[in-house]
């Protein structure tokens, strides 16, 4: 099982930064991804970017040039560093990990965060 803590959100203006952490934690063993969600209200829930276990990267072409994903040496926290906010990145980020809970499963089991509010003001 995998258990994701969100944290850093919180109200920034427009052109600025924000630093989001995910805490990761029980059997890490088995993650294949681990990727930032968000859902802006009256919108459906977007992919933002995501890192794989193998450390590759892809990014939605909205926040291209301006988000960042990484994770650190330990292997148990993931980041999201957010530049040159827009109003329009306003929404809920939740934290998702995409975690085979067997080893022979083939397909993965998404486990999501509590998520954490960002706001941009313009």
């Known amino acids: 099982q995998v258990q994701l803590v969100e944290s850093g959100g919180g109200l920034v203006q427009a052109g600025g930064s924000l630093r989001l952490s995910c805490a990761v934690s029980?059997?890490?063993?088995?993650?294949?991804?681990i990727g930032w969600y968000r859902q802006a209200p009256g919108k459906q829930r977007e992919l933002v970017a995501v890192i794989s276990s193998g450390d590759s990267t892809n990014y939605a072409d909205s926040v291209k040039g301006r988000f960042t994903i990484s994770r650190d040496n330990a292997k148990n926290t993931v980041y999201l560093q957010m530049n040159s906010l827009k109003s329009e990145d306003t929404a809920v980020y939740y934290c998702?990990?995409?975690?085979?809970?067997?080893?022979?499963?083939?397909?993965?089991?998404?486990?999501w965060g509590q998520g954490t509010q960002v706001t941009v003001s313009s």
């Open positions: 998702n990990a995409k975690a085979r809970v067997r080893a022979w499963a083939v397909r993965p089991t998404d486990f």
């Open positions: 029980g059997n890490t063993f088995r993650i294949d991804a």
